[in-house]
């Protein structure tokens, strides 16, 4: 260990090798005992991870690593290379002093070298079954000498020092011969050590009989990746361990190697074996696979690399061991139902992932993700069930979006629809839920064009299998209809969310979730259409089923609390929204983690509150954050992203930030016309706001033709007494007002005072600068000799009248 260290010192990559590319030598064993051994010395206080690697991919383990972290590369790093190297990089700036990474069983160097880190405080210990070439420093490990391998051998015989002439003195010549038959490999000896330990009558001369009587499979033995058999010595102990052990124990040891090849929390093992009895199953751990040496207790690592981790127990198989555990699986007639118990096992562990995956969901089932990706990959055909065969593949999605890993979520869910499509045929019900969930990840990508087929395909199906007021119709209703409405076709999206909210109350009844979701959703479309006083009472329905069905605290209700929030905003009802904003983000911080979607969004909106109340110093430290959280997690050109962009953009421009707001209202604008669409009404609000910034600046000619846009936009899409339609009339009145075009000034102040008064009240913030915009305009054309047309109007003196009744 202290030439290793040195190495380490040394170097910053360093690879415990094999000579002869054989397994069993003890690699791993000496780079556990190091990483155990450093982690009491605290040599390095910025963590310790330990990943497996020769059949777990080591990209997507740094990723998951690093989101517990709270770290996650931004998605404009396409290259994965990029993706992993600035976790690092973050890693480093949360910690002091050096890292170090275990990399075991590396089969191939240059696949995983371009993934490992740069920055020189990262010390990376390889185990690999060939030298690795330089400039990787190499710990070759070759067999152990004869007097190491007698010492070995009395070690784990029971040969205590002290006890005067041990057993394996006491028969020398015989001891030496059992060494030299085990070719001086580390794990043989160990193995027939642990033996010898237990049966205390056995002569060594007996030992090397037995030995020499056995014989191994040949498949149990292939090393695919050495490309030869293993020693005859090992095969040799395996087979002699695996005669010694009883049926029950036997059994264990197959269904071990169904499980991935990493560590095996036991919980999940006792799930695959319902029958059994508790204290059998332990026996057969304890007492006969652990003391035979055919399983290890190791202790992985916390989530906290700060703890340099090593703390929490779990098992683990040799990957020799777990292949020969795999042939003699084989062989049985039960093979069958012991990989289903597995699936069935790990299924189960799946349907317990939610569709909001929070950071309690995720700490949860770390530890089954890679046994829940054998069972995707390679045996839920064993489940008999479609619907339950499919758990597998969401469950792993929805960790993955729950992590932003936007295409590993995808990759399950195209996986589990052709899975469905196959098993149940293209108008089965588990078909269209399967379209359902893609066209939902799509949905929350901003890829809309690609989730609308998905979508109605889905409700055609439902409707045609379960009829037209089935819940699952008015799921897929629901679904396209919020999909209609981010896309801004919110006639479409209307009758859809209508039509779903109908059914929910009349199937699941007026205080379901479901029935809350509903009422939520389509709430939020009044709110888009300015009809404010319609969704009021629909989302303070919706909260008040959320608080009482799912709890104070849960995610849903987060999300009902921002919307309502968020309405009260739009109203101008500052002081009723607030709280409602700052509960809604203690939860999803909370629950979520501080860099979710999510939470970036009721950051985002309650940075918009304190930029409406004036409170600029509170409100950029929470945009900045949304925007960086945004493009992290959604992506560089995510409609989200173009959001934060333009709120920024739009905060800057009031603090007389100008040349900062610029290039992010271009780049939202740019964002949302490639994103969403020329008309969109989105895109309609970035058209405004540049031209509003181009008005600040007296950049008046490239102003009009985006305030003319942008209007033309609104009433097309939104309707000429829209709110937002009133917003774009009034800014084109400040134009010209400022341009001394009076007369066009005050015909579009006029249009904007009417479509506020009426949809807002003559309280609201919007209506009380309108109006005094108005009268400006007024004084401003008389005192430049132009008389007002619009003075003596009807609608004008209309309302003054009512003006003055309600003073």
């Keep these: 260990m202290q030439q290793l260290h040195r190495l380490l010192q040394d170097g910053s990559r360093v690879a415990i090798a094999a000579v002869s590319g054989m397994g069993g030598i003890g690699k791993t064993e000496l780079a556990w005992q190091y990483a155990a051994f450093h982690r009491d010395c605290e040599t390095y206080p910025a963590g310790i991870w330990w990943l497996f690697v020769r059949e777990i991919d080591l990209a997507p383990q740094v990723l998951q690593k690093s989101l517990r972290m709270g770290i996650q590369p931004p998605d404009t790093l396409d290259n994965l290379e990029e993706r992993l190297q600035f976790c690092y990089e973050e890693w480093a700036k949360q910690t002091s002093g050096n890292a170090l990474l275990v990399l075991d069983d590396v089969s191939d160097y240059r696949a995983v070298q371009p993934l490992l880190p740069r920055n020189s405080r990262f010390k990376v210990l390889l185990t690999a079954r060939q030298i690795v070439p330089p400039p990787v420093g190499c710990l070759p490990l070759k067999v152990l000498k004869p007097e190491a391998a007698l010492n070995l051998l009395r070690l784990t015989a029971g040969d205590l020092p002290g006890n005067g002439l041990g057993r394996i003195d006491a028969q020398l010549e015989d001891a030496e011969a059992l060494c030299q038959w085990l070719d001086y490999l580390p794990l043989g000896i160990e193995l027939v050590g642990r033996y010898l330990r237990r049966k205390r009558a056995l002569s060594l001369a007996e030992m090397l009989e037995r030995l020499q009587g056995q014989r191994l499979e ?350 009260y905003d739009a109203m101008g009802r500052y002081l009723k929204a607030e709280p409602l904003y700052v509960r809604a983000l203690s939860i999803y911080e909370q629950q979520l983690g501080p860099e979710h979607p999510q939470t970036a969004t009721s950051l985002n909106n309650l940075g918009l509150l304190y930029y409406a109340m004036g409170r600029y110093a509170e409100a950029e430290p929470l945009l900045v954050r949304s925007l960086s959280i945004r493009e992290q997690q959604l992506g560089a050109d995510h409609p989200d992203t173009a959001s934060s962009l333009n709120n920024l953009a739009g905060l800057y421009e009031s603090m007389g930030r100008y040349r900062e707001a610029e290039p992010l209202y271009v780049r939202s604008l740019s964002i949302r016309e490639q994103q969403l669409g020329a008309d969109h009404p989105d895109t309609a609000s970035s058209l405004n706001n540049l031209a509003g910034l181009y008005e600040s600046m007296g950049r008046y000619r490239e102003a009009e033709p985006l305030y003319v846009r942008s209007l033309s936009i609104r009433e097309q899409q939104l309707g000429a007494d829209h709110p937002s339609t009133a917003s774009s009339l009034n800014n084109l009145a400040l134009l010209y007002r400022a341009m001394g075009r009076y007369p066009q000034a005050e015909l579009f102040y006029l249009r904007a005072l009417e479509i506020w008064f009426n949809r807002l009240g003559e309280n609201h913030p919007n209506t009380q600068t309108a109006w005094s915009n108005f009268i400006y305009c007024l004084q401003e054309a008389m005192s430049a000799g132009q008389d007002s047309q619009l003075s003596q109007h009807p609608t004008t003196q209309a309302m003054l009248q009512q003006l003055r009744e309600a003073e």
């Design 218 to 567: 040949a498949r149990a033995l292939q090393e695919a990746e050495a490309g030869m058999t293993a020693r005859r010595g090992v095969a040799a102990a395996f087979e002699l361990s695996w005669a010694e052990l009883k049926p029950p124990a036997r059994t264990l040891g197959c269904l071990l190697s169904v499980f991935a090849l990493a560590p095996i929390p036991w919980e999940l093992v006792a799930d695959c074996l319902p029958d059994w009895d508790g204290e059998e199953l332990e026996d057969c751990r304890d007492d006969e696979l652990l003391k035979q040496g055919l399983l290890s207790l190791v202790e992985d690592e916390t989530s906290d690399p700060a703890q340099s981790g090593l703390v929490q127990p779990r098992y683990q198989l040799h990957a020799l061991i777990r292949e020969f555990f795999a042939a003699k699986l084989q062989g049985r007639a039960d093979a069958e139902n012991l990989r289903r118990s597995f699936g069935v096992a790990l299924t189960a562990v799946a349907k317990t992932i939610s569709q909001t995956v929070t950071l309690e969901v995720q700490e949860r089932v770390k530890e089954a993700l890679p046994h829940l990706e054998v069972v995707a990959e390679q045996w839920s055909h064993l489940l008999e069930d479609g619907a339950y065969a499919r758990w597998s593949s969401i469950g792993l999605a929805r960790v993955a979006e729950g992590q932003s890993l936007w295409a590993e979520a995808e990759k399950w869910l195209k996986a589990c629809l052709q899975m469905t499509e196959k098993r149940c045929g293209a108008d089965h019900p588990d078909t269209a839920s399967s379209l359902n969930n893609l066209a939902a990840l799509y949905h929350t990508m901003g890829c809309y064009p690609e989730a609308e087929p998905l979508y109605v395909r889905a409700l055609s199906i439902w409707e045609q299998q379960f009829g037209a007021d089935h819940p699952l119709t008015a799921s897929s209703l629901n679904n396209l209809g919020m999909l209609y409405q981010a896309m801004g076709r919110y006639a479409e999206a209307e009758p859809l969310l209508v039509r779903s909210l109908s059914i929910r109350e009349q199937q699941l009844g007026a205080d379901h979730p479901h029935t809350a979701d509903s009422l939520n959703n389509l709430a939020a479309l009044y709110d888009a259409m300015g009809r404010y006083p319609e969704a009021e009472p629909l989302y303070v329905r919706a909260l008040s089923i959320y608080e009482q069905q799912l709890g104070p605290e849960h995610p849903q209700t987060a999300t009902s609390l921002n919307n309502l929030a968020r309405l």
